[in-house]
Every structure is written in C-alpha cells, then in structure tokens.
C-alpha cells in the first residue's frame, strides 16, 4: 500500500494533512516524499558521513494503538537505508517506540533496525530512557511542549570516535524551580545525568575511529562553538578583522583547513565542484593562510585548447622573466627543464588555474603531466592549486578537495554579516528557521552540495535592489526548483534592479571573448554614457583578478545575459565596435611586434568583423605597430603556433590574417581546421572557411578533401557529391587525383545509397596496389555489411603484403573475426596490439565488449582502467565502461555514475532518462523531476524524456 500509494494510502494520509501543511511552513526539507511523509539525509562533518532516516509510523495511528500500529516498516527501512548508502553513522528518526507496532511487524522489524541503523530515536512514550539491542541504540526522548502530562526533558548525544564510546546527556524540566537540570539515573547516569555507553561503534570502519577524534572535535567546535553561536545571533557585531569573512568568505574555515593539509601533503591539489559553488573565493583565500603569506599568488586561467606556454607565460613572469613572451625552457634532449631559471625559483610561489577541467578533457595528456612534473623538481617551492566544474580523474600526480556549498549556520551568517563585499551597509538579520529555508531553497537538499553560493548573491542582489528581505524575494518565487530558481533570481535582478546603462553595459562585457582589460573601462563606461562598470563590480557581477587588472563575468552570468541580446539589433554591432576600439588602442603606436600585441590586434579584428566593420579592416595592417609588411610576420607566427599545437591563439592569428587578407585561400583552410580543432568536426563556422577557400582555389586538393569531410561530418554528403559533379572538368581531373578526396568521394556515393559505385572506386584502386590505407579499410568495412566476411579478410590481408597495415586496419579484422564467431583469434589479436602499447581505442573499447559479453566483469573493467590511464581512450569508452556497470547490475554504482556524469553536464540523454526513471521507482519524484528539467533547459531531451515527462504527470507523481 505504502509502496504504490493506492486509494486505502491517500485515505490514510489526508489525515495528516495539518501535518503536511505545517511542514509548508519552512520545513520544505522535510518534504522530500510529500505523499509518504519519509525522508532521508547525509550530512558530512568532518570526515564522517552521518545518514538520517525519517520513518512515518503515524499514518495508522488513533487513540490507543499500542501493540496495533502499522509501519509497513520493511519497505520504509530498506527504502531510505538505500538512500543513505555509505554513511559511517546512520541514524532512524521515529515518533512510536517499536513496541507499538502490531505484532505481525515488530519481531520482524527490530532486527532489520539493528541491521541497517546504530541509532533509532523516539519520543511518544516521553521517557528519557536508552536500551542497546546488539549493534542498535535506541535513545526515547522526553516531551517538549507546556502543560504536558508526561516527563518534559532532551537530551544531547556525544560520539566519541577514538574511544568508541557514546554519551547521552539528560535533561528534564524541574517544575518547582522552573528550570532544567541534569537527570540522574541510579547505576546508568553519573552525577551530571550523563549516560556512558562503551564499544557504541562497532560497525564504523577502523579508519574513521583512528582518524582522530580530536580532529573531529575541533571541526565541532569551530562550527558550532559559543563565540560563533554568539557572533551569528547578534547581527550588529563586526566579524573579525582580516578574518575570511571580512573578505566575504563565509563558511570556509574547516574546507580551507583540507586545503592547507592537502597542499602540504602533494604539491599539486585539485579543487572540484559545481560552478558557482565558490571554488574560486575559496582559493583566492588561500593566500590569506598563515602558513602562505609569505607566497607569491599567480592566477592563471586555462581555455578548451589551453596549452603548456599559456600556462607557463603568468608563471614565467611573475619570476622575474622579463620577455614579452617567454618560451618553456627545455634541455639538449628536448626535456622541459626549469632549472635555467635560477634565482627566482627560490620564492614561493601559490599557483591558482581557473577553469583547470579543460586540462582533462578527457584526461591530463603526457605533455601537460611531465610539464607539472618538471615544474615540481625544479621549483621545489611551488603549490599548484587546479580549478574544475568537473570530478577530476584519478591520478597519483595530484590530490583532489571536493568543494560544496554553505551550511544553513553559514548561510545565516552570511546574510548578518555582508553578503556585498562593496556595500559592507547591507545586511539582513534572520532566524534559525529562516536560514533553513533559505538553505533548502538554494540547493542545500541536493545530493549534500549545500546551499550555492552564487544564489545567495543574487538573493541578496536581488533583495538589495527591491529594498526587502531575502525571505520576501523566495516567497515570491514558490514552486521553482533550486536551478529553475537561480536563473530566475537573475531575470529579477535583470528586469527591475539594473539601470538600463547597467543592463546594456552587461550586454556588451557579455561579448568578450578574454577577460576584459582594466585598459578597457573608461571606453565601456562612455559606451553607455554612465560609470555603469563600477555599478556592475559593486553587484559583484563582474569580478576582477586579485592584481585588478582584468575583469570577468561568471560563466553563469554570461550564459544568461547573452539571451538577453539581439543579434541584430544597432546596439549588437555598436557594442561590438567599442569593443574593438579598446583593443585597438593597445597596439596604436607601438614598435615591437610580439604575440600579445598580435593577439590584442586579432580581439580587435574579430570584434571589427562583428560590427560589420570592414571598412576599419583595410588600413589595420597600417594601423597595427606601423608595419607595411605585416602579412609575413603574421604567417610566420601561425606556423610556429600550429608547430606548438596552440590552436587557440593561433585562431586568433588566422581571424588577423584574414581581416588583413579576405582572400588568403590557404588562411581560411586553416582557420577552419583550427575551429574544428576547438570545436567539433562539421562545425558549421569551420565550413563556411572551407567553403570560401575551395571558392578562391577549386582546384587545390586540400580544400576540397577538407570541404568533403566536413560535409560528411554534418552528415550532408548530397552537398558535397553536388560539389563535385558541378566543378569544372579540368579542376574536378586535378582533385581527384589525389587519393584523400577519393576515398572521401567514395565514402559520399556510400552515403548517399550508391554503394555499388563506392565499391567499384575502391575495388579498382586496390587492384592497382594503391597503398592509401582508406580504400582497404572503407572495402573492408562495406564488405563486412554484406556478410561477405572471408572477401572482407582477403582485402585487409593485401593491406598486410603491402605493408600499409595501421591499428585501425587491424581493429577492423578483429571485429570480423568477432563478427565470424571466432572469439579467440579476434582476442589474441586486441590483446597483442594491446601488450604492444597500441593508441587505438577501439582494440580496448572492442575487447572490454567482449569480456562483458563472456561475464567476466573484472576483466571488461581492468581492460578500461587501462584505456584511462595509457590516455587513449576515446567518445565511446564511457559508453562502454556505462555497458560494463550495466551488467555489473549495481544499480547505486550506476545511479552515481549517472549523477556525476550529469553534474559535468553530459550530452547523454540516456543518462538523464535512465536516472530520472531510477528516481522516481525510489520514490524520489522531486529528483526525478529535478533531472527532466535539467534535460529540457541543456536541450538533451528527445522523445524518452517526454514520454516518462508524460507517465509521470498522469501518474500524478509529481512532488
């Protein structure tokens, strides 16, 4: 009944309407099953996880229900045991003692408690009283309310993690006195009403035990000690002077003590959690830290193509390395080698890199980890701290520091103390309650993150500008969801609060591509004819670095103020032009031509473009350091980036060059390999480049194969089959000499239903010995989909007389052998490629396939543990590692492995259908509904998501 909430259910729980209803009333987070009125959380304190349980055994109740009461226990029991998975200690909430179950429940029952919970507290009999059954202690509590007949008393519980013991301080209401005092219970209490009870803690690991209790004891005390409990009642007290609240840090004394441990322990420490949790005050603050004040603090950020000289640049010169662009310094080998840089080595330097997960997309390749290394040998005195929005992967080089959001005492902290660093005036005094509320609304329930502090910022944005409280703005906004809520805040702050200069000069910092140059504010601020930019830093809506020298704009922030633009509004390409004038105005008049200087030129140019500005482009090769013959200065810099594999700022070259000269054919193809690079393949910018330089050289082989293969990858080959067929005859001859646009044609005539004709191309290449590997691999493959498997073998062995044989080739024949049956020799030849060190994917990817299909699971997983940590692992690895855990059948390891994978904003639809689906079969309809939304507003939804979006509404299993 309980578990399908049928009609007999909702009968029963309509009469705990009041209930429901007064739980509305600022205890949401009690609400997280509303039609079973059953709850459950982890907390983390310290290094222990604590899991809570609230049981519902009022729904059966009447009158005198003792030995009659009905909990449906077992299925409660095992269903919020799951939830709170893995905690060290888990504690059951329940108003009836065990003894008032029905009889056809408690001999069963109390035992399954002592099995999944150390603790099981009650009240209704009000009888401060406390009973072991095995590995279960049981603690009734006394009543709280006025006037009761039975005993009014609390009680207060102490774990003591090294000694493994409990003890229970009880207390009870003295009525002729009028006050509580200690409650004395012959042989079980001391003299101070403390009840002690030895070896409380059997089943918590050893490691939490020796762990240190004192450790856990001062992380208790420094959040919950009187002088903190005092400084958060009284609002009108100052917080202490150079403290992290003073600086707006709030909450963060025991994560930045993890931190200071962790950067002793290993020089390189990573620090992940969701964007805008805080990661970035959090390690600002660092510097601050006794033991790292004497270091010198360097930011440096890092982009989806960063490499290893945007890295080192900062670092260089903040060591006193006076080039305009310093280079790695390497040794006769080639090896980077740091020891070159001599005395400046010896200051201690905090090194922060923003937005450090593009350095493991996928993984932290061998250049970037011997580029750490190296650093660490030679720099003994550096600490390395890495900023990722995503879970970082395992690796000995670094430890990782997860970073979640406020606790509710910090949250109510924060709001009493100065929640806008540049407006110290403003603060708000709340109760307990309305922490809490707070707290729950802005994600404090979500999967133990806590309260997200870019919320609060626009709460109290928000609050300040409407002149109310932040409790009036949430009331406002009931029924959101916390992420609907957090762009909903924004749109509030946007609509009623910014001025309109506010709002267009947020619009145009939302055009940046880099952060913005302090160089670049007194330009912004005419723009809009106001000092607006000032208005915005005091919103704590732009930030500037730690030296004040460039701002930015959250990443969240920008994605919500570009929806706010008008692509082709006036303002869009006047906005644009400002841009390109601060730019501009950096290079005027200088002499030296270096890559900063260039890359300042291509902002300008890009932004120039998107004014629609040509105009300003034909003289910027004058303008731009006073150099006539800029050209071949700018081409040779594109090549020693693209020899460094810097696409990045080689982007930013090529958009140069092609400002300069609109008819550079070789540019375009360039700068379209570069965006793909970047991007993906078939990206419709990178297209438009091949498009104009097949237009201004047709018959350059190079343009044309990159034309098809872009084509092909946006999955258009009827353009480029059209392409071809319309070209001139004497290009079309020319092109299709080349061996690269051949296999690319034949692939289209495949694509595009003609296999017969793409066989045919093939077949008479092969037979001419052509050694282009494409054309066996393609036959191969097109020979496999007709079945004929031994004619496929037969191509793919003249590969081998040729010696043209590649891993791809040999992926290919071992997939037909799979194909054919014969497992073992499709076996033998992955695993030899494998032994050998092959970077194929696919022989691992294919070989973990066949493990799991054979059930031997330990074998599927070391085969891609592997993958991970050799760096070849490609798009379809985690489909496969997803399809090992999935007949693995652990069904908590895949709800984890979902969750985190949509945490990192994953493209996967199937994770969010399959998790969506998970949650609500475990009654958790907000999360399940939480994750629907998530797949509508990241634009993953397909036609799954809206069927169970469907199932569930007319199942009315809405939250």
């Not at 803690?201 to 001062?218: G, H, P, V, Y």
């Not at 692509?567 to 002499?591: C, M, N, Q, Y």
């Not at 020693?640 to 400002?659: C, G």
Request: glycine share 6%; charged share 25%.
């Amino acid at each position: 009944m309980i578990q399908y909430k049928d009609d007999e259910w909702h009968d029963c729980l309509n009469r705990l309407s009041d209930y429901r209803d007064f739980l509305e009333m600022g205890f949401e987070h009690l609400l997280q099953d509303p039609d079973r009125l059953i709850y459950s959380f982890v907390h983390e304190v310290g290094s222990v996880k604590v899991g809570i349980a609230g049981l519902n055994s009022a729904w059966s109740c009447t009158d005198d229900d003792k030995a009659k009461l009905w909990l449906g226990g077992h299925w409660q029991i095992q269903t919020l045991g799951q939830k709170i998975g893995d905690a060290d200690i888990r504690i059951a909430l329940i108003h009836h003692p065990i003894n008032w179950l029905t009889e056809f429940e408690d001999p069963t029952l109390g035992p399954e408690i002592e099995r999944t919970f150390d603790f099981l507290l009650h009240g209704h009999e009000h009888q401060g009283w406390i009973n072991r059954q095995n590995d279960n202690i049981r603690i009734a509590g006394g009543a709280a309310y006025d006037r009761s007949d039975k005993e009014n008393g609390y009680n207060i519980v102490r774990l003591n993690l090294d000694q493994n013991t409990c003890e229970v301080w009880l207390r009870r209401y003295e009525n002729q006195g009028g006050g509580w005092v200690a409650k004395n219970i012959y042989e079980k209490t001391n003299s101070q009403g403390v009840w002690l009870i030895e070896n409380a803690l059997r089943r918590i690991a050893s490691s939490k035990k020796t762990s240190s209790t004192e450790d856990f004891q001062n992380e208790l005390n420094e959040e919950f000690s009187t002088d903190e409990v005092k400084k958060i009642a009284d609002s009108s007290k100052e917080v202490e002077p150079n403290s992290p609240e003073s600086r707006g840090v709030f909450g963060r004394r025991q994560t930045l003590g993890k931190l200071s441990k962790q950067l002793q322990k290993n020089a390189i420490l990573v620090v992940y959690g969701l964007g805008g949790i805080g990661k970035t005050d959090l390690i600002r603050e660092s510097q601050h830290l006794p033991e790292y004040q004497t270091y010198r603090y360097i930011e440096v950020y890092a982009y989806p193509d960063t490499n290893l000289r945007d890295l080192y640049r900062p670092i260089a010169i903040a060591m006193g390395n006076r080039e305009e662009d310093p280079t790695i310094p390497t040794n006769d080998f080639g090896f980077f080698d740091f020891s070159k840089l001599g005395d400046s080595l010896k200051l201690p330097t905090l090194v922060h890199v923003h937005r450090a997960h593009h350095l493991f997309a996928p993984r932290l390749d061998r250049d970037t980890e011997n580029f750490f290394q190296a650093l660490l040998k030679h720099v003994p005195n550096i600490k390395l701290i890495l900023e990722s929005r995503n879970t970082p992967p395992q690796h000995e080089m670094f430890t990782t520091l997860r970073v979640t959001g406020l606790d509710s005492d910090s949250v109510q902290q924060y709001f009493e103390t100065k929640p806008l660093r540049t407006k110290p005036e403003v603060k708000w005094s709340l109760l307990q309650e309305e922490a809490e509320y707070i707290y729950s609304r802005l994600g404090g329930n979500y999967k133990r993150n806590n309260a997200h502090p870019l919320s609060l910022l626009l709460l109290a944005t928000v609050a300040d500008g409407q002149q109310t409280t932040p409790m009036d703005v949430l009331r406002n906004m009931e029924g959101l969801l916390w992420e609907e809520l957090e762009e909903h805040l924004f749109h509030e702050l946007y609509d009623t609060i910014l001025s309109d200069a506010e709002k267009h000069l947020l619009r145009v910092c939302a055009l940046y591509r880099e952060p913005i140059p302090d160089l670049h504010v007194e330009s912004l601020n005419a723009h809009v004819g106001t000092a607006a930019f000032d208005n915005l830093v005091n919103r704590c809506l732009l930030s500037p670095d730690e030296r004040g020298e460039n701002y930015s704009l959250h990443q969240i922030i920008a994605e919500l103020t570009t929806k706010r633009i008008d692509l082709d509004s006036v303002e869009f390409f006047e906005s644009h032009e400002t841009i390109a004038e601060a730019w501009l105005s950096r290079v005027k008049h200088k002499s030296r031509i270096s890559l900063p200087n260039l890359l300042a030129a291509g902002e300008s140019a890009y932004h120039f473009t998107q004014a629609g500005r040509f105009d300003k482009l034909d003289n910027l090769s004058l303008t731009l350091l006073g150099q006539r013959k800029l050209l071949p200065v700018l081409d040779g810099w594109s090549n020693w980036l693209f020899e460094q594999k810097d696409s990045r700022n080689n982007r930013r070259i090529l958009e140069l060059i092609i400002s300069i000269d609109p008819q550079n054919a070789k540019a375009h193809n360039f700068l379209g390999l570069r965006i793909e690079e970047l991007t993906y393949r078939g990206n419709l910018e990178a297209l438009d480049h091949f498009e104009i330089a097949c237009a201004l050289v047709p018959d350059h082989p190079v343009n044309v194969a990159n034309l098809g293969r872009c084509y092909l990858a946006r999955n258009e080959p009827h353009k480029f089959l059209s392409y071809m067929e319309n070209m001139i005859e004497f290009n079309r001859r020319r092109v299709m000499k080349d061996n690269v646009v051949i296999a690319i044609y034949a692939n289209t005539l495949q694509q595009v239903g003609r296999e017969e004709d793409a066989s045919k191309v093939r077949q008479t290449l092969i037979e001419k010995k052509s050694t282009h590997p494409a054309f066996y691999a393609d036959e191969a493959l097109y020979q496999r989909e007709l079945k004929r498997y031994s004619k496929a073998l037969e191509i793919l062995k003249n590969a081998v007389r040729l010696g043209i044989e590649n891993d791809y080739l040999r992926s290919i024949r071992a997939d037909i052998l799979d194909t054919m049956g014969d497992y073992a020799a499709a076996s033998d030849l992955r695993l030899t490629q494998i032994k050998a060190g092959s970077t194929d994917a696919a022989f691992y990817n294919d070989q973990a396939i066949q493990y799991r299909n054979q059930k031997q699971i330990d074998k599927a997983y070391s085969i891609i543990d592997l993958t991970y940590k050799r760096g070849v692992d490609d798009a379809h690895t985690e489909s496969v590692l997803y399809s090992i855990m999935k007949a693995e059948g652990d069904i908590e390891k895949l709800s984890h492995f979902r969750q985190m994978k949509i945490d990192e904003f994953s493209k996967r639809t199937n994770y969010y259908n399959e998790e969506s689906l998970y949650q609500f079969q475990i009654g958790n309809a907000s999360e399940g509904k939480r994750i629907l939304a998530l797949a509508e507003k990241r634009e993953v939804s397909d036609k799954m998501t809206e069927s169970l979006r469907n199932t569930w509404l007319n199942e009315k299993m809405e939250d």
